[in-house]
């Protein structure tokens, strides 16, 4: 029994990881989105002065300038990777893992709540970091930040995304007091 426990433990740090990872992918895609948006406009000019004075030297300075964005490119392709590697070789993970630990759902709690509000998914987001705060109120510092993520990614108000997570949190305690009566 005590190796399907540890077992239960690895698989859950390591579900954390690829969520971790999830996160860092959704977060790169979307900062790479409002790069694009930002330079739409700044591209256009600069293709009018290519059109009207192309000589060699010109291309020549863009070959030179297309190797470091391909060595950046490829640094921020592996860059959800190295997020999941980060947090599995931490030794506070390591050791958390080891000496079986329930903080690792509480990440998988914070990992889906941050996963959900990048994404603009407000329910999912809400119920996920009121759970966390259900494990450990010390996660209601996260409250500001989820709620500024889905405001950015679903438009969602402040005071929604807090007025959802505290009711959700409401729920969760009375759940919790219902089943400690009915013993």
């Known amino acids: 029994a005590p190796h399907v426990i540890a077992a239960v433990y690895t698989v859950l740090d390591v579900t954390c990881a690829l969520l971790m990872r ?24 600069d293709d009018e002065d290519e059109e009207d004075g192309s000589s060699s030297s010109t291309k020549e300075k863009e070959e030179e300038e297309e190797e470091p964005e391909l060595q950046d490119l490829a640094s921020k392709d592996a860059m959800p990777d190295v997020v999941a590697l980060v947090y599995l070789l931490n030794p506070y993970s390591i050791l958390c893992c080891v000496g079986m630990s329930t903080i690792v759902v509480d990440h998988i709690f914070i990992s889906i ?16 970091l009121a759970l966390s705060l259900y494990l450990s109120p010390y996660f209601l510092i996260l409250l500001p930040p989820v709620c500024l993520l889905l405001r950015r990614a679903a438009g969602v108000g402040s005071f929604v995304s807090v007025v959802g997570t505290l009711l959700w949190l409401v729920l969760f305690l009375l759940l919790s007091f219902a089943a400690m009566r009915s013993r």
């Open 22 to 45: 999830s996160i860092a992918a959704e977060y790169m895609q979307s900062q790479e989105a409002s790069e694009l948006i930002c330079l739409g406009g700044a591209e256009d000019e």
């Open 113 to 128: 709540a941050l996963l959900a509000a990048l994404r603009g998914q407000p329910l999912r987001a809400t119920i996920a």
